[in-house]
């Protein structure tokens, strides 16, 4: 069983920065593409930034220019860094892991951001940003 765990998440003022971190243990799989879902409360959850083997990454428009996804050095691992963060981002932010699809194909078909084409997720780390 893959096993995702997230850290990083915290309390911040606006403007200032967070960098989230996710690394999979437990079974290993491999070119696995990543992804960063965010949920607040009363809302659904949304796709935020993926990441594929090859490091090239689709952010949602509503984080583009402030957060950055990058690869992690172990194998599926990845990273979030967060920006310019607005009260609006306050979510719980997860990390999701896939290995079925190639990450071209994935981009292609627009999957890159979709939450059910994601198998292994984690448990969430909180992200509040006061205004």
């Known amino acids: 069983q893959v096993q995702l765990v997230e850290s990083g998440g915290g309390s911040v003022q606006a403007g200032g920065s967070l960098t989230l971190s996710c690394a999979a243990s437990?079974?290993?799989?491999?070119?696995?593409?990543m992804a960063w879902f965010r949920q607040a409360p009363g809302k659904e959850r949304e796709g935020v930034a993926a990441?594929?083997?090859?490091?090239?990454?689709s952010n949602s428009d509503s984080v583009k220019g402030r957060f950055t996804a990058s690869k992690g050095n172990a194998e599926c691992s990845m990273y979030l860094q967060m920006n310019s963060l607005k009260p609006e981002d306050t979510a719980m932010y997860y990390c999701?892991?896939?290995?079925?699809?190639?990450?071209?194909?994935?981009?292609?078909?627009?999957?890159?951001?979709?939450?059910?084409?994601?198998?292994?997720w984690g448990r969430g780390t909180q992200v509040t940003v006061s205004s």
């Open positions: 437990g079974y290993t799989i491999s070119r696995c593409s």
């Open positions: 990441i594929g083997p090859d490091g090239t990454t």
């Open positions: 999701a892991a896939d290995d079925r699809y190639d990450w071209a194909y994935r981009r292609a078909a627009g999957w890159a951001l979709t939450e059910t084409k994601y198998g292994y």
